[in-house]
């Protein structure tokens, strides 16, 4: 039995999350995506679905900002 009392965080996050959990604006998480620097998915089925839900992948946000990281340890 573990005794880890801290949810998983979730793979995919809504863009509200990935705002809440790492200090980046919405405006910016949409660059990234832009830019092709961090994944996205969408629930949208089709172009002619009027809304849809987008997902940031949590480990490619991780990444994006651990790959610019300055200062600390090298290991």
């Not at 790492?22 to 949409?30: K, L, V």
Request: glycine share 6%.
């Amino acid at each position: 039995m573990s005794n880890d009392t801290q949810p998983q965080l979730p793979v995919w996050l809504r863009v509200k999350q990935a705002t809440e959990l790492y200090p980046i604006g919405r405006s910016t998480i949409y660059t990234l995506i832009e830019k092709g620097l961090i994944k996205s998915a969408t629930t949208r089925i089709d172009k002619h679905q009027r809304y849809g839900c987008r997902l940031i992948n949590r480990a490619s946000l991780e990444k994006f900002l651990e790959d610019r990281a300055t200062g600390g340890d090298a290991a």
